[in-house]
């Protein structure tokens, strides 16, 4: 489980929560559906996780462990000065693509992405912060998070609309969360 102290310096549930509903009302050029927003932290352990609707089926339900995948694509693959969003990577993985078969390479851990109470996901108490979700996913919405320092610190990933729409809100919620 997680150490409250692994996610230090990291946005909190209701900063993310607030953040992602502020982002997700904007015009975002998808079709303005509720979204799930995660946070990682740089070892790949989920921090946070929040929606946007009143109720865990206003989102799409699958969408909840995409943003997760997201956020761990984002932290996986960035570096101190170099950051790639999951947008970044979708023309590489398609076939004959550079990094084609990238998105099957880190499967999610299953047993995480789905235990405990369904009533609890997208609140403070979702059952996968503290887990390592796993998962490779390339679609927009991924981004890597640095502290004030310029430090990668572990990434967002938001998921529940277009994959544009979710990478404008995901920059917006970034932006947003500072």
């Known amino acids: 489980m997680l150490m409250r102290h692994a996610c230090k310096g990291l946005p909190s549930f209701e900063e993310l929560k607030t953040a992602l509903t502020a982002a997700q009302s904007q015009d975002n050029g998808g079709f303005n559906f509720d979204m799930w927003g995660t946070i990682v932290d740089r070892d790949g352990v989920v921090c946070a996780i929040a929606k946007t609707g009143s109720d865990r089926g206003d989102q799409w339900p699958g969408s909840r462990v995409i943003s997760a995948q997201k956020a761990n694509t984002a932290n996986a693959f960035s570096l101190p000065g170099f950051a790639l969003s999951t947008a970044n990577l979708y023309s590489a993985t398609q076939p004959g693509g550079?990094?084609?078969?990238?998105?099957?390479?880190?499967?999610?851990?299953?047993?995480?992405?789905?235990?405990?109470?369904?009533?609890?996901?997208?609140?403070?108490?979702?059952?996968?912060?503290?887990?390592?979700?796993?998962?490779?996913?390339?679609?927009?919405?991924?981004?890597?998070?640095?502290?004030?320092?310029?430090?990668?610190?572990?990434?967002?990933?938001?998921?529940?609309?277009?994959?544009?729409?979710?990478?404008?809100?995901?920059?917006?919620?970034?932006?947003?969360?500072a």
């Open 98 to 177: 550079s990094l084609f078969g990238l998105q099957e390479s880190n499967p999610v851990d299953t047993k995480a992405a789905y235990k405990g109470p369904s009533s609890n996901y997208g609140k403070d108490s979702d059952p996968l912060v503290g887990e390592k979700i796993g998962g490779v996913n390339v679609f927009g919405g991924g981004l890597a998070l640095y502290n004030e320092q310029g430090i990668l610190i572990g990434a967002i990933g938001v998921s529940g609309d277009s994959s544009c729409a979710d990478h404008n809100i995901a920059w917006r919620t970034r932006d947003a969360l």
